[in-house]
């Protein structure tokens, strides 16, 4: 069973960074996708951005303000956004699936296998 730990969320004010990371406990990381989504009050659960395990990057929005990266030796995987607004505030969730490619997966259908508990990103003045 593969766990998904998310950290570095929290409040930010409008135009700040906020770093999330996302780590995984597996010996076989480099052989998922990974992929990070977010979720506001009353809207549907969204792709943000995902990498598969060689590194090929799908960004479904915010282009150019969030950026993914990951780190197969520490089983880490990153999303920098920038430039923040208050429509960002959601909780974000990463996600892997083995059996996804990254534009698979930030297709959302299907929906990948496993999942982290979230961490909120509150952008407020």
């Known amino acids: 069973q593969l766990q998904l730990v998310e950290s570095g969320g929290g409040l930010v004010q409008p135009g700040g960074s906020l770093r999330l990371s996302c780590a995984a406990s597996t010996f076989a990381f480099a052989y998922y996708t990974i992929g990070w989504f977010r979720q506001a009050p009353g809207k549907e659960r969204e792709a943000v951005s995902c990498?598969?395990?060689?590194?090929?990057k799908v960004a479904n929005s915010e282009q150019g303000r969030f950026t993914i990266t990951r780190d197969n030796a520490r089983n880490m995987v990153y999303l920098q956004m920038n430039t923040l607004k208050p429509e960002d505030t959601a909780v974000y969730y990463c996600?892997?699936?083995?059996?996804?490619?990254?534009?698979?997966?930030?297709?959302?259908?299907?929906?990948?296998?496993?999942w982290g508990q979230g961490t909120q990103v509150t952008v407020s003045s």
């Open positions: 990498i598969s395990g060689s590194g090929t």
């Open positions: 996600a892997a699936d083995r059996h996804l490619t990254s534009q698979t997966m930030c297709a959302t259908s299907p929906l990948p296998t496993y």
